[in-house]
C-alpha cells in the first residue's frame, strides 16, 4: 500500500517499483512456510509467482469494476470450494468469505461508472492479497491451488500474452499503454460496463464450472487447466485483431 501511495502521488521509477515486487514476493512464500518442507527452488518460484501477481493486477486495474470483480470471483469461488470439502480449516473458508464482504463495497463504489479509482494504492494490495490466496489455496489443497489457478487465468492471460508480445515487438513493457485486451475491448465498445460484465459471464458460465470438475476429477486435471484457457484466450486474440 505504501508503495503504492507514493508511486499514485509523486511517482516511482519502474525498475525500483519492480524491485520492491520482487523483495515483497521473495519474502512472503519464506515466511508463510518456515516450517514446510518447500525446496528452496520451490520458495523462490512461489516468490517469482507473488511478485508477477502483485504486478499483473496492477496492470488489469484499468477499466471500472474489472479488477473488483475479479477479487470477488476468485474469493467467492474459492470459499464455496472449500467449504464444500475441499478444507478442514474453517478459518480459510471465514477468510474468503470476509474478502468479498469488505470487497462487495469496493465494487459497488468502483462499479461503471466508478465512483472511487483504487489506483496503485487499492491495487497493489489486493493483487498481493490475491497471490497469499493463491499459496494458501495450494498449501491447503493441491486441487484448491488448480482451482485457483483456474480462476485467475482470465487476468494471467491478458496481462502475460499482452507483456510477451510488446517484448517480442521491441516495445518497453513498463512505459503505460493500452495495449490489455480489456483496455482494447474498452475503448472499442465505449464503455468498461460491457467488459466487466463478460468478465462476470466467463467466470460463473466457464471457470467455475471447470474449477468444481477439477475438484471432483483430479485424473483430467491438465486437460481441465487447458479448457480453462480457451475464453480468455479468445478474447486476447479478438482484442489483438479486431479492436
Request: a neutral charge.
Amino acid at each position: 500500500t505504501v508503495i503504492g501511495l507514493i508511486d499514485d502521488r509523486w511517482g516511482l521509477a519502474s525498475s525500483l517499483r519492480l524491485l520492491c515486487y520482487l523483495a515483497v514476493g521473495l519474502l512472503t512464500p519464506w515466511l508463510m512456510f518456515q516450517e514446510s518442507p518447500m525446496s528452496g527452488v520451490a520458495l523462490i518460484a512461489a516468490g517469482m509467482g507473488v511478485a508477477w501477481c502483485i504486478n499483473l493486477f496492477n496492470f488489469m486495474d484499468g477499466a471500472d469494476g474489472l479488477a473488483t470483480a475479479q477479487l470477488l470471483c476468485v474469493s467467492v469461488g474459492l470459499g464455496l470450494m472449500a467449504h464444500f470439502g475441499l478444507s478442514d480449516n474453517s478459518g480459510w473458508v471465514e477468510w474468503c468469505a470476509w474478502a468479498a464482504v469488505c470487497g462487495l463495497p469496493l465494487l459497488w463504489l468502483n462499479w461503471p461508472p466508478a465512483k472511487l479509482f483504487m489506483g496503485d494504492a487499492g491495487a497493489i494490495p489486493l493483487g498481493f492479497f490475491l497471490a497469499v490466496l493463491g499459496l494458501v489455496a495450494f498449501d491447503q489443497s493441491r486441487l484448491l491451488g488448480w482451482a485457483w489457478v483456474v480462476l485467475m487465468m482470465p487476468f494471467f492471460l491478458d496481462a502475460s500474452i499482452t507483456l510477451l508480445i510488446r517484448l517480442a515487438l521491441g516495445q518497453a513493457p513498463h512505459v503505460a499503454h493500452r495495449d490489455h485486451a480489456y483496455q482494447r475491448l474498452t475503448l472499442m465498445v465505449g464503455s468498461s460496463l460491457p467488459v466487466t460484465l463478460g468478465l462476470l459471464a466467463m467466470q460463473v458460465v466457464w471457470q467455475y464450472p471447470l474449477a468444481i470438475l477439477i475438484i471432483n476429477d483430479q485424473r483430467s486435471l491438465p486437460l481441465l487447466v487447458l479448457l480453462s484457457t480457451i475464453p480468455a484466450l479468445s478474447v486476447v486474440v479478438y482484442a489483438r485483431l479486431r479492436a
